[in-house]
C-alpha cells in the first residue's frame, strides 16, 4: 500500500499523519511540546522539538514502512538561531514572545512600521522575526554572532533531518520579503536595523526544498503552517477563506491583487502558485482565550459544548474582548499594549455566562479578521474549534455564512499536497480536500450577532485607544 507523511511542528505539539493514496488517514502520532512562559517572554527548546519529530515519523514508518514521501510544515514566526549544523544556540524565540514590544512602538512612531508594510504587505508585530532580530542584536549580541542562521522551526527541523538549510517564500514572507520579487528586500532589512546581520537571513528556496531522508524516502520543507492548511482545506480560489482556529485565530484569503493601502496588518504569504498570494490576518487571540476562561471557571474542555447549548447569545449582556496574548495583537491591527475586557459583569453573571462571552468574542474577531482579509466567496473552518460542534455553529451564525469544515489535520495533510507537487507525485486534491461537512447559519441568530459584532467594534475602537494611552 502506498502511503504518504504529513509531519506538522507546531507550537504545542508535532503531529504526523500517514494518509493513503485518497487523502485517508490511516494512523496519526503526535507529542506535546512545552512552551516556556515568563514575563511575556515565551520560548522553546528547540531539541525537544527536533526529538519529538523523530519518535512521531519514527512510530508511523514503524506501522506503514517506507513512504512514497514526507511533507513538512510548522509553526511561522519567531526566530531560531541555529548553528552550521542547525543545532540550536539558544532556546527559539517564539511568535507568541512579547520582548520586542517596545521596539516595535519605536519604529510604529517613527513610520517604520508603515515603511515596511508598503514594501513587503507584512506588519511587523512583536514575535515577528524583525522586531526579535532587531531586539537580540540589541541586548543579546553575542548570541547573533554566534549564529550561523536565523530560521523558522520547520527550517530548523529539515536542516536537522536532511542536512540542507533553506527556507520558503512562505516563511520568508514575513518581514523580510518583496511579494513582487519574491527575494529578500534589503531596503526593509536595513529599515529595521539589521543590514549588518543580514547573512543571517537562510537561502530562499522557490519553489519548496526537496531533500532525502536517511532512508531515501523524499521529503519537502513547507509552506509553513498557515499555507500548508489553506492547501489542505482545498482553499485555493481567489476570494474564498480558511479560519484556523487554534493556539492563534488565522484567516486566509486567497487574492491575486497586492493591495499595500489602507491600515499595516497581517500580511501577504508568497506560496508556490505564483499568480496568488495568501491576504492572511493570523490574530494572537485563539484557543488561547477559551482554555484561559476554562481554567479560570472550572469548566472542562468536555463542557463546552453543554454551556454553549444551555446558554443563549449574548450571554445576558457580557461581552468580552479576549485579547489575553502578552504581545497585544497583530491582525487585523498591530496594538502590542491590548489586553483583555469583559464588561457587563456582575454579581449575577454565571461561570456558563463568561464562557460563552469569549466563545463570541472570539468568532468576532475572526470575523473581523476574514472581512479584513477581503472575504468575498465561501469560508472554510479547520483546527480545535471544529471539536466543538456547538462552537462550529456559532461561528457560522457569527459570520452569517455556510461553513466548509475540514477534515482532520489540515497542515500535515496540506503538507503531503505541497509535497506530491513539488515531487510530481499525482494525487487526487479534491478528494483530499473535500469538506466533511458544511454547517449552515441560523437566520435569526446571523441576525442578532450582525448587531452584536458591530458593538463589539465600537468596544474594540475605546480599547485600543485606552491601550495606547496606558
Given amino acids: ?46 531539541d525537544e522539538v527536533y526529538g519529538a519529530v523523530q519518535e512521531v515519523t519514527s512510530a508511523l514508518t514503524a506501522r506503514i514502512g517506507q513512504p512514497a514521501l514526507v511533507g513538512l510544515t510548522g509553526q511561522g514566526d519567531g526566530v531560531w538561531l ?19 514590544r517596545d521596539l516595535v512602538e519605536e519604529w510604529q512612531a517613527a513610520g517604520i512600521v508603515d515603511t515596511v508594510y508598503r514594501r513587503t504587505g507584512s506588519a511587523v508585530f512583536p514575535g515577528c522575526p524583525g522586531p526579535v532580530l532587531a531586539w537580540l542584536d540589541r541586548y543579546e549580541p553575542a548570541t547573533l ?29 514575513m518581514p523580510f520579503l518583496d511579494p513582487r520579487t519574491r527575494n529578500y528586500s534589503d531596503e526593509v532589512v536595513a529599515a529595521l536595523g539589521l543590514a549588518h546581520r543580514r547573512r543571517l537571513l537562510p537561502a530562499i528556496s522557490d519553489p519548496i526544498a526537496v531533500a532525502e531522508l536517511p532512508s531515501g524516502a523524499p521529503v519537502t520543507s513547507g509552506p509553513y503552517d498557515l499555507a500548508a492548511c ?114 457587563g459583569v456582575s454579581l449575577e453573571t454565571t461561570r456558563e455566562d463568561l464562557v460563552r462571552a469569549v466563545c463570541e468574542g472570539i468568532g468576532f474577531a475572526a470575523r473581523h479578521c476574514l472581512e479584513a482579509a477581503g472575504l468575498t466567496g465561501s469560508p472554510t473552518l479547520c483546527g480545535g474549534g471544529t471539536r466543538s460542534s456547538a462552537w462550529t455553529r456559532l461561528f457560522a ?28 507525485a499525482e494525487l487526487d486534491t479534491a478528494r483530499w480536500t473535500a469538506p466533511v461537512e458544511v454547517v449552515e447559519p441560523d437566520p435569526a441568530r446571523a441576525v442578532f450577532y450582525a448587531k452584536a459584532y458591530e458593538d463589539h467594534l465600537e468596544q474594540l475602537t475605546a480599547a485600543r485607544a485606552l491601550a495606547r494611552a496606558s
Fill in 1 to 46: 500500500m502506498t502511503a504518504f507523511i504529513g509531519i506538522d511542528a507546531g507550537t504545542s505539539m508535532v503531529k504526523a499523519v500517514a494518509f493513503d493514496e485518497h487523502g485517508q488517514p490511516l494512523h496519526t502520532e503526535s507529542r506535546p511540546l512545552r512552551l516556556d512562559i515568563q514575563d511575556g517572554r515565551v520560548e522553546q527548546d528547540m
Fill in 82 to 100: 541555529v548553528d552550521e549544523s542547525g543545532r540550536g544556540v539558544r532556546p527559539a524565540i517564539s511568535w507568541m514572545d512579547g520582548r520586542a
Fill in 145 to 173: 554572532d554566534a549564529a550561523a542562521a536565523a530560521v523558522s522551526c520547520k527550517d530548523m527541523v529539515f536542516q536537522r533531518l536532511t542536512g540542507v538549510r533553506a527556507t520558503d517564500v512562505s516563511d520568508a514572507s
Fill in 230 to 343: 489553506a492547501e489542505g482545506a482545498g482553499v485555493t480560489s481567489p476570494g474564498d477563506g480558511l479560519l484556523i482556529v487554534g493556539t492563534c485565530l488565522a484567516a486566509l484569503v486567497v487574492t491575486r491583487e497586492l493591495d499595500l493601502a489602507g491600515e499595516p496588518a497581517g500580511l501577504h504569504i508568497s506560496i508556490d502558485r505564483r499568480e496568488q498570494w495568501l491576504r492572511a490576518m493570523p490574530a494572537m487571540v485563539g484557543t488561547a482565550a477559551l482554555d484561559w476562561v476554562l481554567g479560570i471557571t472550572g469548566v472542562s474542555h468536555s463542557e463546552v459544548n453543554a454551556v454553549l447549548d444551555a446558554t443563549t447569545p449574548g450571554a445576558r449582556g457580557v461581552r468580552a474582548l479576549p485579547y489575553f496574548a502578552p504581545s497585544g495583537e497583530r491582525a487585523p491591527f498591530v496594538e502590542p499594549r491590548l489586553r483583555a475586557q469583559f464588561t
Fill in 397 to 424: 451564525d457569527v459570520l452569517g455564512r455556510p461553513l466548509r469544515i475540514a477534515e482532520g489535520e489540515v497542515g500535515a495533510r496540506g503538507a503531503v499536497l505541497s509535497a506530491a507537487r513539488r515531487c510530481g
